[in-house]
């Protein structure tokens, strides 16, 4: 009879788990251009600067001209980060 009872319960978890929705957070509505919390060579564009204009060229972590695209209201939450540019997010 505990056999039984005990596979009830592990079906009747797995039921429960197998159903369970996990939040998922929405896309963003638009993106900033976050500048000042680049590390070296993964930056997402040219610098702010103009002093080049492709991805992962930054030549040191943190420069103020070098950037990255992240969800808006992110980028001052970073140490030193500060927003150059809002874009809106592809539909």
Request: net charge negative.
């Amino acid at each position: 009879m505990n056999a039984l009872k005990t596979a009830a319960a592990i079906a009747s978890l797995g039921a429960l788990v197998s159903t369970q929705v996990y939040a998922v957070p929405d896309q963003p509505e638009n993106w900033e251009k976050c500048a000042g919390i680049v590390k070296k060579g993964s930056n997402d564009c040219g610098a702010l600067d103009g002093s080049h204009g492709c991805a992962g060229q930054a030549e040191a972590n943190n420069l103020d001209h070098e950037w990255v695209y992240v969800p808006e209201g992110t980028c001052e939450k970073v140490t030193g980060g500060r927003v150059a540019k809002i874009k809106p997010a592809k539909g």
